[in-house]
Nanobody
Framework: QVQLVESGGGLVQAGDSLRLSCAASGRTFSSYAMAWFRQAPGKEREFVAN????????SYADSVKGRFTISRGFAKNTVYLQMNSLKPEDTAVYYCTMSGYWGKGTLVTVSS
C-alpha cells in the first residue's frame, strides 16, 4: 500500500518562504518520479513541479519557476518543495503524487 504524507504547510506573509515535505512509503521510492500539484479554492488542480527518479532532472510550472525548488532525499524517502518569495496567488492545497497515488495535501495560505 503506497502512502504519501505531506507536511509543512501553513500561513505566511507574501515574500516569506516555506518548505513542504512528502514522505513516501510502500513502494521503492527511488524507482519513481515524483511531482507536486496544487489546487487553489475554486480552481482545478494544476502542476507545480516534478523530479525524475534519479533526482537530477526537474521541471516547473512557469508560475513558480525561479521561486520554487523540488528535491528528493533518498535516505528519508521524501520529496521536498522549497518555496521562496511566496505570493498570495500561491495559496492552495499542495499535493504530492507518485506512481498514480496522491497524498491528502497540505494547505499553504499566503497573506498580502
Amino acid at each position: 500500500q503506497v502512502q504519501l504524507v505531506e507536511s509543512g504547510g501553513g500561513l505566511v506573509q507574501a515574500g516569506d518562504s516555506l518548505r513542504l515535505s512528502c514522505a513516501a512509503s510502500g513502494r521503492t521510492f527511488s524507482s519513481y518520479a515524483m511531482a507536486w500539484f496544487r489546487q487553489a479554492p475554486g480552481k482545478e488542480r494544476e502542476f507545480v513541479a516534478n523530479i525524475n527518479r534519479f533526482g537530477d532532472t526537474t521541471s516547473y510550472a512557469d508560475s513558480v519557476k525561479g521561486r520554487f525548488t523540488i528535491s528528493r532525499g533518498f535516505a528519508k524517502n521524501t520529496v521536498y518543495l522549497q518555496m521562496n518569495s511566496l505570493k498570495p496567488e500561491d495559496t492552495a492545497v499542495y499535493y504530492c503524487t507518485m506512481s498514480g497515488y496522491w497524498g491528502k495535501g497540505t494547505l499553504v495560505t499566503v497573506s498580502s
